[in-house]
């Protein structure tokens, strides 16, 4: 029996745009500014359109969510990309479009990678909106408060598109499956753990999502019973194993939170396998090595304060050789990490110190250890009795530093891990020497 192709339904356009969403009941994600009742959808749906930008990152909706207003609007619609067009195209589309006005009809002008455009053109744009001859629907990946002029971005309101969650990807995954205008003609047999690893692989892009389907269906085993999707086939079309991960969302922060309590359990082999999971999922390096140099300094501290070190240069490291080659530089720290002694004792301190300085914004500075570079400061006894510690023979002063009502307080108590035995002695022959010279 011959097998029928794919293509030869009609289906030769890429899925992402035959699945193109063509009214706000299709459009998948972005509930804040879309859902019942909320403010982009109100307009919409009442037709009061006014200038705004679109900033989100890729396969998001953007293009499509202008598209959907221009269905729903009773507008003329123009589309217009920044990476094609000048200044000469932008005047000949402003001519039509005032044309448009006088004969009373409004003009939806969308500008694709409106962040493409040098400031002269987007200046171009200023007298057509301020006049009312075109609304303006901008598109941008980039943060308009820098892209965007000033005077432009001030006539136009801001709508921030969020990166799909997975859950609403794998729901679009599967009315691409389902629908006509996708597979919906052939049996796809494709379980749900791999829609997911498709998009987790995506990272909330619907465009990257549907073509990685596409490729993964077209690359099936086809018999007579359908399409069949191995995790074979799927491995090589998204080129390596898809490891759960959202970098924006609880999978990030259970991931890092694995890292950090492996290392604070002293147990390596989880740390480097929690470390590998993060940078293969796609995380950033740097922010792997932030964490590590917090985690050097709140739960290894003095014990060795060389791990604030090896961390630091971890971090100077990956930046200046980046993925993947700084795998290796995140590993080393990250295992001194895991086997150095753990102490937590700068971390209370700090905090026990916090909840002090918060409750006693207002306590004064003792007088004894002020400044005084003014004569009046001087009258005033500031830095009278002040002691140098270096003229002592000890290196010591009874001299009190803490506010009176805190003068008892101890915030610093080292731990019998590492170093801080030998500091735990110096601290406690400083106290003795203070106690017998009051």
């Known amino acids: 029996m011959e097998q029928t192709s794919l293509f030869e339904k009609g289906q030769s356009a890429p899925l992402a745009s035959r699945m193109r969403p063509r009214n706000l009941k299709e459009f998948a994600g972005q509930t804040h500014l879309l859902g019942e009742g909320k403010m982009l959808r109100r307009l919409i749906e009442s037709d009061q359109i006014s200038s705004m930008i679109f900033w989100g990152p890729p396969g998001v909706g953007k293009t499509t969510l202008a598209r959907i207003i221009a269905n729903q609007t009773k507008s003329a619609f123009i589309d217009f990309s920044a990476v094609t067009s000048g200044i000469k195209e932008i005047r000949a589309v402003m001519q039509r479009a005032e044309e448009n006005r006088r004969f009373g009809e409004r003009t939806i002008l969308f500008v694709d990678e409106i962040h493409r455009f040098n400031k002269a053109q987007q200046d171009a744009f200023l007298p057509f909106v301020e006049k009312g001859s075109i609304i303006l629907i901008g598109a941008t990946t980039e943060n308009p408060s820098f892209e965007i002029n000033a005077a432009l971005l001030s006539r136009c309101k801001v709508f921030v598109l969020q990166a799909l969650s997975i859950d609403e990807v794998v729901s679009l995954l599967k009315r691409a499956i389902h629908d006509e205008r996708g597979f919906g003609y052939q049996k796809i047999d494709i379980s749900e753990d791999m829609l997911r690893m498709i998009a987790t692989f995506a990272n909330g892009d619907a465009r990257s999502a549907l073509s990685t389907l596409e490729m993964v269906i077209l690359n099936g085993h086809m018999d007579e019973n359908g399409i069949h999707i191995s995790m074979e086939i799927l491995e090589q079309c998204i080129s390596r194993k898809s490891l759960l991960y959202d970098k924006t969302g609880e999978e990030h922060y259970n991931l890092i939170s694995a890292l950090h309590k492996s290392m604070r359990n002293s147990d390596p082999d989880a740390a480097i396998y929690w470390l590998a999971r993060m940078l293969e999922a796609g995380e950033d390096p740097l922010y792997v090595a932030r964490r590590v140099i917090r985690f050097a300094s709140e739960d290894v501290g003095l014990a060795d304060p060389r791990a604030l070190e090896v961390a630091v240069a971890a971090y100077q490291a990956a930046h200046l050789i980046g993925m993947p080659e700084c795998t290796v530089n ?31 914004l207002a306590e004064p500075v003792p007088l004894v250890i002020r400044n005084a570079p003014t004569r009046l400061m001087k009258e005033l006894n500031y830095g009278k009795d002040y002691q140098y510690a270096h003229n002592t023979k000890e290196k010591l002063t009874n001299m009190q530093c803490l506010p009176d009502s805190l003068k008892e307080r101890e915030y610093y108590h080292p731990s019998n891990q590492g170093l801080e035995q030998k500091y735990q002695v110096r601290l406690d022959a400083i106290k003795k020497w203070k106690k017998e010279h009051q």
Request: a neutral charge; aromatic letters at 10%; zero cysteines.
């Open 330 to 360: 995140l590993s080393e720290a990250v295992i001194y990490m895991a086997l150095a002694p753990k102490s937590n004792v700068l971390y209370t301190a700090y905090e026990n110190a916090k909840k002090d300085a918060l409750n006693h």
